[in-house]
């Protein structure tokens, strides 16, 4: 993945550049009306994008409670002492 090749400063750059390009195309096209516009399909865009990474964010965190919750069982199970069959 492209995050584990680039520094933290570089992956900021990155996840800010499509709203910066959008931003420079609201203001660098036609008039008022058509600024209005290209603002308000970018500010769509980051609405979807921000709910699609709280989704994701959510079932990370989903996943990492059930790996834990796994975790704590088998390490419960394995220092549960088990009766001697004698």
Avoid: F, N
């Avoid at 009306?33 to 865009?45: D, F, K, P, W, Y």
């Avoid at 704590?72 to 004698?86: D, F, G, H, V």
């Amino acid at each position: 993945m492209i995050r584990e090749q680039v520094t933290p400063e570089e992956w900021q750059t990155l996840c800010a550049a499509p709203w910066a390009v959008g931003l420079y195309i609201a203001t660098a096209v036609g008039g008022k009306v058509q600024e209005v516009h290209e603002r308000l399909t970018l500010g769509a865009a980051l609405h979807r994008a921000l709910e699609r990474d709280h989704e994701m964010m959510s079932s990370r965190a989903r996943s990492r409670r059930a790996s834990s919750a796994a975790a704590r069982s088998l390490s419960i199970t394995a220092s549960t002492p088990t009766k001697s069959p004698l």
